[in-house]
C-alpha cells in the first residue's frame, strides 16, 4: 500500500498483562497517524477558518489483528486513502512490524468532514485544496 508512513515504538505502558499491545492503542496509533499526514499537508482534524470550525468526527472504525505486538517493537503504521466523496473519507491503515514481511494488523476509519455553528454538527464539503491533497493519496487498485 502507498501512503504516509509513521514509525512507532510499542511502550510497556501500551501493553497489557501478557505482554502484548492492547486493542485499544491500535486506534489511538490509528488516529495518531491521521493527524501525522494531515499536519504534512498542513491541515488538522479540527480547525477554524473563514467558514467557521471544521472538523472530522468519526462515523466508523474497524481493525482486524494478525499476530500481537509487543514491547518494544518497531511498527510502520501506514496510512492511505481508500475513498474519499464530498464529505467523507475513508482511511486505511497497515501495521507492519520493522522485520516481518506481513502486516501484523490492519484497520480503517471512516471521518466525515463536519461544520460546527452555535454547538450544531452537520456534515459539509471537504475544501477542495484538501481533497486534491487526499486525492494523491488514493489507494490504486
Do not use: N
Not at 518497531?74 to 481508500?82: A, E
Amino acid at each position: 500500500m502507498s501512503g504516509f508512513t509513521i514509525t512507532r515504538r510499542v511502550a510497556f505502558s501500551e501493553t497489557d498483562a501478557a505482554g502484548l499491545m492492547h486493542f485499544t492503542r491500535y486506534f489511538v496509533w490509528m488516529e495518531d497517524t491521521e493527524h501525522a499526514l494531515l499536519r504534512s499537508l498542513g491541515e488538522s482534524v479540527h480547525t477554524t477558518d473563514e467558514q467557521g470550525q471544521r472538523l472530522f468526527p468519526r462515523v466508523a472504525v474497524h481493525a482486524e489483528y494478525a499476530s500481537p505486538l509487543r514491547f518494544e517493537d518497531l511498527v510502520d503504521v501506514t496510512i492511505s486513502v481508500r475513498k474519499r466523496s464530498t464529505r467523507s473519507i475513508t482511511y486505511a491503515f497497515t501495521f507492519q512490524r520493522q522485520g516481518d514481511d506481513k502486516p501484523c494488523a490492519t484497520g480503517h476509519v471512516v471521518a466525515v468532514c463536519s461544520r460546527s455553528v452555535d454547538g450544531k454538527v452537520s456534515a459539509a464539503p471537504i475544501p477542495a485544496r484538501f481533497a486534491a491533497a487526499l486525492d494523491a493519496l488514493l489507494e490504486t487498485p
